[in-house]
């Protein structure tokens, strides 16, 4: 099984300011099969990058993501209201499907 | 727009079964790998089944293996996960999604006695 290892636990920031995410597996992930997905509190969560840099419909362009093998990166340009949240990475490459322990992006 | 609309959760006792329903549209379930996943209360996300766009592949997470069952009807879109033999752990919100398209709001199931 890939275990996905997030850092850091909470990332405390300000509205405007670049938020890094980070995402390592403990083997090489297949084809770059790795997505990111936000999750805010009492909702689904939102699926933003998947194939490691592709973002979904709809996604702003504030949100990229980086990385291939074992390392991966999800950046946040500059810091909106609504992007306060968890933030989830997950492997679809090989089975089983695992996701990482999460981010949380909070207000400073 | 791609929508994915979840059903069937509720109450249950350990032991018994449930049928999880998710609804596409927008997206034709017969061309995506589909997915179930849950969120037990307060925890992270888990992967629990998925499906191949031909129907022939499926998979399973350890702890579901031999208890729960992915499946698909074509002409109506729609993605099941029936599950049995239902357990307390198993208490979550279920979500069906596509990893390039997107989740449902999910479905609660309750495992208790």
């Known amino acids: 099984e890939i275990v996905l290892t997030q850092s850091p636990g909470t990332l405390s920031l300000s509205p405007g300011e670049r938020a890094t995410l980070s995402c390592r597996a403990s083997q090489s992930i297949t084809s770059n099969y790795l997505a990111w997905h936000q999750q805010k509190p009492g909702q689904a969560p939102r699926l933003l990058i998947y194939g490691a840099s592709t973002r979904a419909t709809g996604i702003p362009d504030r949100f990229s993501g980086s990385g291939s093998g074992t390392d991966f990166t999800l950046t946040i340009s500059r810091l909106e209201p609504e992007d306060f949240a968890v933030y989830y990475c997950?492997?679809?490459?090989?089975?089983?499907?695992?996701f990482g322990g999460g981010t949380k992006v909070e207000i400073k | 727009e791609v929508q994915l609309v979840e059903s069937g959760g509720g109450l249950v006792q350990p032991g018994g079964s449930l049928r999880l329903s998710c609804a596409a549209s927008?997206?034709?379930?017969?061309?995506?790998?589909m997915h179930w996943v849950r969120q037990a209360p307060g925890k992270g996300l888990m992967w629990v089944s998925l499906?191949?766009?031909?129907?022939?592949?499926?998979a399973y997470a350890d702890s579901v293996k031999g208890r729960f069952t992915i499946s698909r009807d074509n002409a109506r879109n729609t993605l099941y996960l029936q599950m049995d033999s239902l357990r307390d752990e198993d208490t979550a919100v279920y979500y069906c999604a596509s990893f390039s398209k997107g989740w449902g709001q999910g479905t609660l199931v309750t495992v208790s006695s």
């Open positions: 997950q492997q679809y490459g090989h089975s089983p499907l695992t």
């Open positions: 927008g997206l034709t379930l017969s061309g995506s790998w």
């Open positions: 499906l191949s766009p031909d129907g022939t592949t499926t």
